[in-house]
């Protein structure tokens, strides 16, 4: 399995600013991804982060609102800019290891809220 | 792209009781995980089964890939199982599309 952990937990943010999330991971991983849940929603894909290359986006997803880096195969930043009140839900991160199987892990998730 | 449908979206159990939840998927996939995420947002993986069936403790999970559907069956229900459970298939590595979960209750 993989330790994922994210920094911040929780957070409430000012309308008009940007905030980074980071993920940690205790290996190193294959594939990093970073999720959105909206409240009392599921789980939406944001994009795949790549190491040493631009993200990949999904679909109603931009690199302008969500910027994303990956600098090496443990650690990856996405950043949430120009926050609205719409940008409030939990931001997970989660990682596939072709060595650990095909099991996705995911971290604890970051808790934004938006005023 | 793929559908994942997840019945029932709500269930109320008291405890000690069973409860079996249904995920079904409209396409061929790669994987299938379900999860229990918890009142503080956190999802706790309880099975990777893209096919045949695993037991853990109380859980145990089904999936018949080739009638595209998973069932997850939850035994002797506890108070601390309460919580969204989430069925997500893979279809291209390590993308996961998710059902839109099964809140579960259970009372004392």
């Known amino acids: 399995s993989a330790v994922i952990s994210q920094k911040p937990s929780r957070d409430i943010c000012q309308r008009g600013t940007s905030l980074t999330i980071q993920c940690q991971v205790d290996s190193q991983v294959t594939m990093m991804f970073w999720y959105r849940q909206q409240p009392g929603q599921s789980l939406t894909l944001i994009a795949t982060a790549n190491q040493g290359s631009e993200a990949t986006y999904e679909s109603g997803f931009v690199i302008d609102k969500f910027p994303i880096s990956r600098p090496n195969l443990t650690f990856s930043t996405l950043t949430v800019s120009n926050m609205s009140p719409e940008d409030s839900s939990i931001y997970l991160c989660s990682v596939a290891n072709q060595r650990s199987g095909n099991t996705i892990y995911f971290g604890e998730g970051s808790w934004l809220t938006v005023v | 792209g793929i559908q994942v449908e997840q019945s029932p979206p709500d269930l109320i159990l008291q405890e000690g009781a069973n409860s079996t939840l249904r995920c079904n998927f409209s396409d061929s996939v790669n994987n299938l995980q379900w999860f229990h995420q918890n009142p503080w947002g956190q999802l706790i993986n309880l099975f990777y089964?893209?096919?045949g069936t695993k037991q853990n403790g109380r859980l145990s999970a089904t999936t018949v890939a080739t009638e595209r559907y998973s069932l997850l069956y939850i035994s002797s229900s506890q108070t601390t199982d309460s919580g969204v459970y989430f069925c997500a298939v893979d279809t291209s590595y390590g993308k996961l599309t998710f059902g839109q979960g099964t809140i579960l209750t259970v009372h004392p």
């Open positions: 089964i893209p096919s």
